[in-house]
Nanobody, 115 residues
Framework: VQLQASGGGLVQAGGSLRLSCAAV????????MGWYRQAPGKQREFVAI???????EYTDSVKGRFTISKDVAKNTVYLDMSSLKPEDTAVYYC??????????WGQGTLVTVSS
């Protein structure tokens, strides 16, 4: 079971990035897939989730700017981020959750937004 996040980088404020999370051994049919982030000196926080049934939710600060999606055939979850702000700077982590397997976390990918 593995989650591999990628796509982070340095972007100017107002720019866009797409994060990807490739899942190995994760059944998208029973797992909710989420993105979290941890800014320097802060606790990890929820960003977005897409349930096994396809419903998505977002934290208020990213609504209208971020979109979570999944490609079941590729076993990959995406986070499309636009209108990025310096306060979006963080290490972004993907995770999977099911009542059967509990939580699985991937390694993070760093997003830096310059002003």
């Amino acid at each position: 079971v593995q989650l591999q996040a990628s796509g982070g980088g340095l972007v100017q404020a107002g720019g866009s990035l797409r994060l990807s999370c490739a899942a190995v051994g994760i059944d998208f049919g029973i797992n909710d897939m989420g993105w979290y982030r941890q800014a320097p000196g802060k606790q990890r926080e929820f960003v977005a989730i897409i349930t096994s049934g396809g419903t998505s939710e977002y934290t208020d600060s990213v609504k209208g700017r971020f979109t979570i999606s999944k490609d079941v055939a590729k076993n990959t979850v995406y986070l499309d981020m636009s209108s990025l702000k310096p306060e979006d700077t963080a290490v972004y982590y993907c995770n999977a959750h099911s009542t059967l397997d509990g939580f699985t976390w991937g390694q993070g990918t760093l997003v830096t937004v310059s002003s």
